[in-house]
């Protein structure tokens, strides 16, 4: 495999050696909030190559084996054809969604786990006190149907719901869950109709689920993160925590397993997706789903990288997983506040230009977007949802054809200032409201030939543009923009142009 100048190649030899706290998930004692998502500039940033098992895997400095294998996969990933949809998906939606929203402090599910920082900021609140707002939690106004009828005319293909996140509260009426819907809303099942109704709009049913349970653990867990420090779940500093029993790893094992056979069993889901564990390992998921679709977050992985947030979906962190042959998708929030709903910043929503933007950049580069929202407590979607789906059912009228259906990508952000997605000698130039200007022109450099045309997709319009010396330029009348969400330029090449160095070879 070859990697870009800026790689330092280690070879190194591994092995993972299996311990209670290894096989629950690395990342339990890791940050997953959303701020810790994030990569501080420090000029150039050189990632360690490591051969394990005859392959090679990156390790970013800085970032901790949990957040860097969310950019690794581990096994080869499934070749049933029921799966194969979901490269060309391109498109879902993320719904974090449970007791988290409803605790008004704040909407970090992480907010539990004790830092310095997070008490100095006034964001940490004992793990009893996010628990306990699962006796007001009762969404009266939820209509998933409403949800997901709004998201199929965005444009969006699949759909992803937290089953059941770290802290343990399940939104089905489950046999085996210690807490949820049965011991709080008496047993009304949410689940159910999240994926009737995605049936009925024809979007593909995600389930995350957390192979993590803090509740389940409650009394052995230390809720500080800091190791020397002892914290129990009503967040008292004690000195010492009870100890686990021998056979307690093989009870969470066994609970787990039959909360992911409920949830198969019962709804037979399109998507795993996996967060600090799947709850079983992947060869007996597949056998309860032979065509489903795992993402990596479990320490025997799955079919699929999962980075996080909008920094971890830079160029430099996805282009190896592109030549390393793996399906990826970037999962990030595109609200203000965390992935659950926060009463106090969580009814803004991104503006529509940049969620187009950047579903048009994981594209370009032959991946997913997965975009998070946290609804209401009482299941209602924010107003500016609307505004989102809205700006999106107008954009996919003329522009869909630039992210469904396509089969490469083009040089960006080597050569090109927007991302280029191509189907064939066909490229799709995406601008935002202040690119593509007369003043900030879009530039492809060592363009390998003449176009034969150029369009608007927006409007059918001709864009008039230079080809000089192997670089091409243009921009979109100022009149012609569209503002608030992304232009796309349609750009044909004729016979002399060859396509194949940038049709994706890891579909």
């Known amino acids: 495999m070859k990697y870009p100048k800026w790689i330092i190649a280690v070879s190194v030899s591994a092995c993972c050696t299996l311990s209670w706290a290894a096989n629950r998930s690395q990342q339990l004692d890791s940050d997953g909030s959303a701020d810790s998502y994030t990569t501080e500039s420090r000029g150039e940033i050189l990632p360690e190559v490591r051969v394990e098992n005859g392959k090679e895997y990156l390790y970013w400095p800085g970032w901790n084996q949990s957040k860097n294998r969310k950019l690794q996969v581990r096994r080869e990933r499934t070749t049933h054809p029921d799966a194969q949809w979901w490269p060309h998906a391109g498109l ?8 988290v929203s ?12 004790w830092t310095p920082d997070r008490e100095k900021q006034g964001e940490f609140h004992p793990q009893q ?6 006796k007001t939690f009762n969404p009266v106004n939820y209509d998933p149907e409403k ?3 709004g998201a199929k005319r965005a444009g969006f293909k699949y759909a992803v719901l937290t089953t059941k996140h770290h802290d343990g509260y399940a939104l089905w009426d489950s046999d085996w869950a210690l807490m949820g819907v049965r011991q709080y809303l008496d047993g009304r099942d949410l689940v159910e109709p999240f994926v009737k109704a995605c049936r009925n709009n024809g979007l593909k049913v995600g389930f995350y689920y957390s192979g993590m349970d803090w509740y389940f653990d409650r009394d052995y867990m230390n809720f500080s993160f800091d190791p020397n420090r002892k914290m129990n779940f009503k967040g008292e500093w004690v000195k010492t925590l009870p100890k686990r029993p021998s056979k307690r ?3 969470y094992q066994e ?3 039959h909360q992911v056979k409920e949830l198969i069993h019962k709804f037979d889901p399109d998507i795993w997706w996996g967060d600090g564990g799947h709850g079983m390992s992947v060869e007996e998921i597949r056998k309860l789903r032979p065509g489903i679709v795992c993402n990596n977050r479990d320490p025997g992985s799955g079919d699929h990288a999962t980075a996080e947030g909008f920094g971890m979906s830079d160029p430099k962190f996805i282009k190896p997983i592109i030549e390393n042959g793996w399906w990826w998708e970037v999962n990030s929030i595109i609200q203000k506040g965390s992935w659950h709903y926060d ?3 969580g009814e803004e929503i991104y503006p529509s230009d940049e969620v187009l933007r950047k579903f048009a950049e994981a594209r370009c580069m032959g991946g997913n977007l997965l975009a998070n929202i946290g609804p209401r407590p009482d299941g209602t979607y924010q107003d500016q949802v609307w505004r989102l789906f809205d700006d999106m059912e107008l954009w996919m ?7 469904f259906g396509i089969n490469g990508g083009g040089p960006w952000p080597e050569k090109c200032n927007v991302p280029i997605t191509c189907r064939d000698r066909i490229w799709y130039f995406h601008a935002r409201d202040h690119e593509a200007t007369e003043k900030n022109p879009v530039i492809l450099k060592d363009c390998a030939a003449k176009p034969k045309s150029m369009t608007l997709l927006n409007t059918g319009d001709r864009i008039p543009f230079s080809y000089k010396n192997g670089t091409l330029s243009f921009f979109i009348p100022e009149k012609r923009k569209a503002r608030n969400i992304t232009d796309v330029v349609k750009v044909e090449f004729g016979s002399d142009f060859d396509p194949e160095p940038f049709l994706f070879k890891h579909w």
């Open 92 to 99: 879902g939606i993320f719904m974090h969604w449970g007791i």
């Open 102 to 113: 409803e605790f008004e402090p704040t909407g970090e599910a992480w907010a539990g786990r």
């Open 129 to 134: 006190e996010i628990w306990d707002a699962a």
């Open 147 to 149: 949800w997901m009828a």
């Open 249 to 251: 790893w093989a009870a």
């Open 255 to 257: 609970y787990n397993a």
């Open 343 to 345: 009463a106090r910043m």
């Open 397 to 403: 009228k003329t522009n869909e054809e630039s992210v």
